[in-house]
């Protein structure tokens, strides 16, 4: 080995030693920071109280409330489609079907659309279109649907966690041996039986970590659900399906952006993101966990 | 497909006599032939084992008996396949009765994830059979398989627990407890050591007074001492099929000598 490579080797070696070391710096800053000025105004008053004084005091509760709320709402509405989907594609459509390309292709493009677009998306589609056309049908076209409105941010977030759903469970569904469904079929099981009865046990692991993966997604979303039905401030707990709600990430922005006195919301503002941050680290690490738990039953079955 | 307008109507006795027959079977992948035109029966009373090497179109003729060659949409059949003389292919015959009544094991066991009770009861389970008669007829089937004595106490275990021989049996046992007419065999004992080969072979002898047994193999070893009559299929073609000994020892063929002599293959 010449001179001149060995000092370009330990060179470039060096520089991608640093790169490493940046991201590793930039996560403990962020994660520092936020555990530095945040740990302190967590309590159980922080955790269970609605906020007061303009945001500087009180808590969180009502956008820890309306942040679960929704995605309890985003799941019911985005694992029987997700699933569906899947099944649909891997299970029932033609292997090398024109359409299955175009409805995959429409999945990844799904998956890129910028949130905010899927906002705009919702607003227009379902609480102009959809919850409009409810109200003139319904309620005479008094106000109840055509307004921002939990279940409609809801869906708009199930759109945009639908990808992560059909991804999981296909891969799901990939992971089960071919053997399995042809034994199935082999004692007279029909499509559906062999799919309820073998395909569907087999893929709920998979089908969970991307129901989770969603919901750590959709509960860190603030674009979806800006227009869609998340409100600056709500003494009350939205009980109804047409009712607006608090959200832990449109809370981070408000307070950030709109707050009248932005140094006395300070410490809640960090709280806030701690709390939010802990939120989906934890779904995200039971989603991991799960995962890895599928793996290793996968591989002791071959 | 040809309709035997005698047979047309589903008559229970007719199906009982356990005879599967093909006629001028043929299949295409891609346009490439890989039956061209088999004419075969089996009976009830008899083993019949089908040898020939790789390629030869063996496991293909297997699944059309039972239509699991259907499952890849890339295959194209044609000919007909009789059961008790009427057409599996048939509109009438729904797929899914056709597979209970023509069971199948395959060459690597395959239990469900289930228990071993799990497995057995699951074709029953589909449909049709009423509980309580469950347990009898998994008993009966056990029994019939060889496996009994050895899983009477393990039943709620996962399948997965037993031993690759005692899978097969298992597996052998799972097709049993639907009391099929016909059992399609698809190189069973090709993982198995020689103790677990014997004990399925001992397992078909007893079996085939009530089921007509096809048993697909790559052991001309296991045609010569397991079966009554024995079919030497080559590049898509049955070359002969007679009786185990004339064949062995007489063969009419040639090619079906050099196969059974080890000269290639």
Redesign the interface.
Known sequence: MSKGTGIGGTFMVSMMALACAVIVAMVAIIIGNILLHGAGGISWEFLSRAPEAGMTRGGIFPAIFGTAALVILMTIAVIPLGVATAVYMHEYA??RSRMIGLVRLAIQNLAGVPAIVFGLFGYVFFTKFVGAAIDRGLYGGELVYGQPAIVWAALTMALLTLPTVVVATEEALRAI?Q??R?????????RW?MIR??VL??ATGGILTGGILAVSRGSGEVAPVMFTGAAYFLPELPRRLHDQFMELGYHVYVMTTQSIDVEATKPVLYSTVLVLLMLTFLLNFTAIMIRSRIRRRLR??R | MIDEPQNARPGEKAEEDGSIRSEALQVRHAGRQILKGITLAARRGEILSIIGPAGAGKTTFLRCLNRMLELDTAFEITGDVLLGGRSIYSRDMPVAEVRRRVGMVFSIPVPLPLTVYGNLAFGPSLGGATRDSWDEKIEAALRAAHLWDEVKDRLQEPARNLSGGQQQRLCLARALVLRPSVLLLDEPCSGLDPVSTARIEEALQQLKKDVTVILVTNNVKQAARASDRTAFFLFGELIEVDRTESLFTTPRDRRTADYISGRFG
């Open positions: 033609p292997k041996p053997s399995y042809e034994a199935a079929y082999a004692l007279g099981a029909t039986q009865r073998v046990p087999q002791h079955d």
